[in-house]
Structure formats: structure tokens, C-alpha cells
């Protein structure tokens, strides 16, 4: 038993989809210093836990304690994230609405979130291609990573 506090608590966690498949009550700690992987077989609900947690998918029921702060199921991605294995991103978009989309789906006001937007794309130099579609620079310029991690991490600005 550790006797730290968990960074992350989570008690009685419940996705459900409208077929009335998910994820029930499931329950755990994660600690300082500890290392975490979920592993089970493919439709276990790995990715419905992950994408409940970051808020890509509603949290039918549950608490989820952070750094002893009660995280609102229903808008958990202002504090936790992941990047999924697949890409999410739309290749047909230009650069800007691409990165555009962290902020906003993390519940950020549209020129609040076109100011993080600016400020993330400027700091990894992209400024000058930001309204090119992605498309077009998927085997050069722009490498899928970069514009991946700033998704994600825009609202941590």
C-alpha cells in the first residue's frame, strides 16, 4: 500500500455508449512516480477509458480526483489529456484550424483559443503556413508530430 496521496484518483467510472456498451465502475489510483499501462485485448475498453478521461468521450457516471481538485466529468479535458495511437488529424484542414481545435474543444472562448492558436504556432515556427492545408505539407514540411502534440497541449499555454 502507498502511503503518498494519488495524483489521480478514480472511483466508480462509467462510459456508456447509446448500444449500451462501455466501460462500468472502474476504479483506480495512480501515484507519484508511478509508471502506468493499460493493457488488455482488443474492445477491453482501453480507449473508452482514455477517451472518457480526456473528455472525447462522456463520463455517464464516476469521480475523478486530480492533485486533490474534483474534476467535472462532464469537462475533464481542461486538466487531463492523451494522445491517442491514431492520428486526429484532419488533413484537409489548414494548419491553423488543425491546432485550433485543442482550445476550443477544451471549452476555450473562440478568441481566446485563435490567441493560444497564434502564440503555439509562432513558437514552433509555423506562423508562415498556418492557412496551407495540412495535405500539403504531410511529406515535407510539416511532419504529423508537431501539429499533434501542440492539439493536445495548447491549453497547458
Not at 448500444?19 to 499501462?37: H, L, Q, S, T
Amino acid at each position: 500500500m502507498n502511503n503518498e496521496k494519488p495524483i489521480l484518483l478514480v472511483k466508480n467510472l462509467s462510459v456508456t455508449y447509446n448500444n449500451g456498451a462501455g466501460i462500468k465502475n472502474i476504479n483506480f489510483n495512480i501515484y507519484p512516480g508511478d509508471f502506468v499501462a493499460l493493457v488488455g485485448s482488443n474492445g477491453a475498453g482501453k480507449s473508452t477509458l482514455l477517451n472518457g478521461l480526456s473528455g472525447i468521450q462522456e463520463i455517464t457516471e464516476g469521480t475523478i480526483i486530480y492533485h486533490d481538485q474534483y474534476i467535472n466529468p462532464k469537462n475533464p479535458y481542461r486538466i487531463l489529456g492523451f494522445s491517442p495511437q491514431n492520428q486526429v488529424i484532419d488533413w484537409y484542414l489548414n494548419v491553423f484550424d488543425n491546432v485550433l481545435l485543442g482550445p476550443l474543444l477544451a471549452g476555450f472562448d473562440k478568441k481566446r483559443s485563435e490567441e493560444m492558436t497564434l502564440k503555439a504556432l509562432n513558437k514552433v515556427n509555423l506562423q508562415q503556413n498556418i492557412f496551407s492545408e495540412c495535405l500539403h505539407f504531410q511529406s515535407s514540411v510539416l511532419s504529423p508530430n508537431p501539429l499533434f502534440c501542440i492539439f493536445y497541449l495548447l491549453f497547458l499555454l
